[in-house]
């Protein structure tokens, strides 16, 4: 076999490997409405649009220094644009029936870096979901 056809089919193995990763991601993520744990560090987030239409999502709580602190850790991240635009959020904290008024604060500075270190996940959790960047937001009660 020449150089050329080793190049070319190197070239088509890892575009292979690549295509099946991209689809391992896709199905992963997918996956999430179906999949979505629930237990005792869930909450559930009802974010709203423009037009008031009313979102859900599960997330995991992460209580840090008597903060809460929702992440974003996966490329479908619409929730996270509605917490953005509408920071008035509603939260259902676990082991709780009610939705109670929050505004979603995002981080920037050293808190940021901070809770990036005490909140993160392993190279096996952020292989399976494709790298995503993070993002963090802080949930504080509204009155």
């Known amino acids: 076999m020449n150089g050329r056809k080793v190049v070319k089919w190197g070239g088509i193995g890892i575009a292979g490997l690549f295509l099946i990763y991209l689809g391992s991601i896709i199905w992963f993520e997918t996956q999430l409405g179906v999949?979505?744990?629930?237990?005792?560090?869930?909450l559930v987030l009802a974010t709203f649009s423009s037009d008031n239409e009313r979102h859900?999502?599960?997330?995991?709580?992460?209580q840090i220094d008597g903060n809460n602190y929702i992440a974003v850790n996966h490329w479908p991240r619409r929730w996270y644009g509605y917490a953005l635009d509408n920071p008035n959020v509603e939260v259902k904290m676990p082991g709780t029936d009610t939705f109670r008024p929050y505004v979603a604060v995002p981080l920037a500075g050293a808190e940021l870096?901070?809770?990036s270190e005490e909140y993160s996940f392993g190279f096996e959790f952020r292989f399976r979901t494709g790298f995503p960047p993070r993002r963090f937001l802080r949930l504080e009660p509204r009155s």
């Open 56 to 62: 859900e999502r599960v997330l995991r709580l992460e």
């Open 35 to 42: 999949n979505q744990p629930q237990g005792s560090t869930s």
């Open 113 to 115: 870096e901070r809770i």
